[in-house]
């Protein structure tokens, strides 16, 4: 099992910038794949981005958050990040960071197949 936490939301400009932080206290966490997802009121969770466990990992974006958003992974200190640049007011969500065991290649789209969930952190991008 992995606990995941994340941290780093908060209140910003349109143009601006954060970086979320995702620890997680699983010994097994440099096994999971890991990814982002966020979800605004009255909407569905969605897929922001996601990257693979293993060397020469497998990295995914959103199209919308193409350019402007990079996902990383430090195993050694058990956390990932998500950072987002050029934020926009569209971004504002509630941001969960997401862990499965299986290799999420063919299925990280869609929320449902993941297993493991964080608290989320607010994101609000002001116009």
């Known amino acids: 099992q992995v606990q995941l936490i994340e941290t780093g939301g908060g209140t910003v400009q349109a143009g601006g910038s954060l970086r979320l932080s995702c620890a997680a206290s699983?010994?097994?966490?440099?096994?999971?794949?890991i990814g982002w997802f966020r979800q605004a009121p009255g909407k569905e969770r969605e897929f922001v981005s996601a990257?693979?466990?293993?060397?020469?990992?497998?990295?995914y974006y959103a199209d919308s958050v193409k350019g402007r958003f990079s996902i990383s992974r430090d195993n050694a200190k058990n956390t990932m990040y998500l950072q987002m640049n050029s934020l926009k007011p569209e971004d504002t969500a509630v941001y969960y960071c997401?862990?499965?065991?299986?290799?999420?290649?063919?299925?990280?789209?869609?929320?449902?197949?993941?297993?493991?969930w964080g608290q989320g952190t607010q994101v609000t991008v002001s116009s």
């Open positions: 997401a862990a499965t065991p299986r290799d999420m290649s063919g299925t990280y789209l869609d929320y449902r197949t993941w297993d493991y």
């Open positions: 699983g010994r097994t966490f440099s096994s999971y794949d």
């Open positions: 990257i693979s466990h293993g060397s020469g990992a497998l990295i």
